[in-house]
């Protein structure tokens, strides 16, 4: 267990403290990364432990990047499936996010990932969500997935151990969560990367498929921010076609 002396408690809606709620609790896996556990999650107040900060540094990298691994591995019910007792409206961040579970990766990403997103934006990525069988890769099953894994939602502890915090979890593509780590920098991230191949190798390709798992939090992004987001999701796109 982590530090339990201070609790913390967020104020938000009661649809958002449910999801988050059954997020951080479908995230605690045996062997995976440290998540805050929660003390209760009633009518838009979540209560759970407060996490003091530390500073970054290679060994919780190396023992970050296995234990993700470990959790991508405990798998989902489908792509799309929210964590037991979680809602199918769900967001991510300030923008909502329908969990509609499919057995088949492509075509949900295309139509519950992208397409939504990409509409509200006004970025035309038509036709990425036409080929995205072809750009997908390798099939895999559904991963456990934290859902919104930016640096910001890494939280390297006083205790040495990498923290998760703030997920939009449901099951997805462990590329997704990997993608989303490097769109907006963390630290000692090779080492990360690095380690968790020794626990969960990814497919061939990987790399290039990289700007196809970023386009959806940089729609997500355009959607709430506009501005050059639109652009950088254009470039994504444009880069996923390249493969």
């Known amino acids: 267990m982590g530090p339990r002396a201070t609790l913390r408690t967020k104020h938000q809606s009661p649809a958002a403290t449910s999801a988050e709620a ?50 991508h591995l405990a798998g989902a019910e489908a792509f799309g499936s929210p ?40 970025v035309d990525v038509g036709e990425v969500c036409a080929r995205i069988s072809e750009i997908a890769g390798p099939p895999e099953p ?24 703030d997920p939009a979890a449901h099951g997805g593509h462990r590329e997704s969560d990997l993608a989303m780590l ?8 090779d080492h990360v990367l ?8 990814l497919a061939d390709g990987w790399q290039a498929r990289v700007p196809l798992h970023q386009l959806f939090p940089l729609l997500v992004h355009a959607v709430l921010f506009g501005g050059g987001y639109r652009a950088q999701a254009l470039a994504a796109a444009r880069a996923a076609l390249r493969g």
């Open 182 to 189: 490097q769109l907006f920098g963390c630290p000692f991230l």
């Open 142 to 165: 559904p991963a456990r997935l934290h859902g919104d894994l930016w640096s910001g939602n890494v939280l390297w502890g006083a205790d040495g151990q990498v923290w998760l915090i």
């Open 22 to 71: 059954a997020g951080l609790r479908w995230l605690r896996v045996d062997g995976g990364p440290p998540v805050s556990f929660v003390h209760s999650a009633e009518e838009g107040a979540l209560v759970i432990d407060e996490i003091p900060v530390g500073e970054p540094n290679l060994q919780a990298a190396v023992t970050f990047g296995r234990r993700l691994a470990v959790l």
């Open 194 to 201: 690095g380690a968790y191949q020794e626990v969960a190798p």
């Open 83 to 122: 964590p037991p007792g979680g809602p199918r409206e769900a967001t991510i961040g300030l923008a909502p996010m329908l969990n509609e579970p499919s057995a088949e990766w492509p075509s949900w990403f295309a139509s519950h990932r992208i397409e939504p997103y990409a509409r509200q934006a006004g």
